[in-house]
């Protein structure tokens, strides 16, 4: 069963993904949308005042045109022959038309364009009062259903204040047809030059990014062993992380290198005095001697076993440490098949190498321990097997090393208890008990996975997960 379980990295948050490169691309994206729909509202604003403007100033201009062009006679007969400079005023129903009314008493008939074969109602002048200068403007139905801009004004043609109504209509609908055709090509433009902002945008972010990409390529190759440190020039704004990275490398270094000199300093103090009190023990004799000696032999063998878990901790952390898996399984699988030639054992390799991210002794260590133990307990067969495993996305690689043997295996109420130190299920078979405790503390130390399992070919199934280099 599991000593310790799989280590998942927190989730972070979704709503956001992580990558710096998308976030200032949206940020980018979204900032240059924002503006190209503020510069098309402005534009289109714009362009719709001035249009706007322009046609009721033209309105205007064919307004006062017509009033110059028509009198009345004696008689009080409108005369004239306005003609606007406009051959809209002569299409029939283009939606510019002109017509003049009599306004007073002693005026009759009436003038209209050529364009206008239908007459066009105007509202009261108290819903639409005339100004001071005797003028109003409003909208109209044309006689196509498009809509009409009514230019109006009531005007005094002679000394006997006898007067004429005069009005100018142009075609609003197509004045607004202009514009949405204007808006149309802006915003063509304007989609076309925002889409070759943003991508402008985008390759300069991301070739401004470079640099962190060859950092992070850096620190895969210390990493991986490949590399002792960060080299290579970077600009200005990174360079101080990369020597601040380069710091902490050399740090844990010596931090790996006080630790080694420590535990080795520490192994040959204890060396000399533990091997005279079992030397001693062995030479007293009788009981006392006996148990001078197995509790010397214990001690010795606690000693060794906290040193190494001490070696182990104080480097599972480096980042350049990598051993190739198949050759050292290979090589461990033949000297076990050679010491016991009496059982058969089995051994699947993946297709492609597995670097372990550790050391090659702790490897061996943990390995050895599995295999002897395997070995010990097998009646005639025991089946090695090494292969990767796919880890979540966004969680470091890992491969899985399984030792089965066809032995009598462990009880499930039994395979916590003999992972503890000393502990043996059956005093009858040779060992000291902390072969599966050290297995555990290696496992734990790299934070792997080790369990204990019924195997398929009756005995027990060991299997251990730990990192792997990509």
Known sequence: ?????????????????????????????????????????????????????????????????????????????????????????????SGWYWSVEPASEGVHGDLHSSSMTKAIPSPSVAEVPFNASFQRSYSADGIEGEQL???????????????ARFRVMGNQTELEQEIATFQRRLLTYLSLFGVGMIAINAIAILLGLQPLRRVRNALAMVREGTAQRLDGRFPAEIEPLANETNALIENNRRIVERSRTQVGNLAHSLKTPLAVLLNEGRALGGAKGQLIAEQAASMQKQVDHYLQRARVAAQRDSVVYRTPVTPLVQRMVRVLQKLNPQTALSLSLPATDIVFAGEREDLEELLGNLLDNAMKWARSAVAVSVKPVAGKEGAANLFEISIEDDGPGIPDDKAREVLQRGRRLDETKPGSGLGLAIVADLVNEYGGVLALERSVMGGLKAMVRLRSLQ
Not at 19 to 26: D, E, Q
Request: aromatic share 10%; charged share 20%; net charge neutral.
């Open 149 to 163: 801009e009514v230019f109006e004004s009531e005007f005094v043609l002679d000394a006997k204040n006898r007067a």
């Open 1 to 93: 069963m599991p000593t310790k379980p799989a280590v998942s990295n927190t989730p972070s948050l979704r709503s956001w993904p992580r990558s710096v490169a998308f976030r200032v691309i949206a940020f980018s994206t979204v900032w240059a949308i924002l503006t190209l729909v503020v510069i098309f509202t402005l534009i289109t604003t714009l362009y719709r005042q001035a249009s706007e403007r322009g046609f009721d100033s033209l309105l205007s201009a064919h307004l006062f045109n017509l009033i110059g062009s028509v009198g009345v006679s004696e008689s009080g007969q409108l005369t004239g022959a306005p003609d606007l400079g406009d051959l809209r005023f002569s299409e029939p129903n």
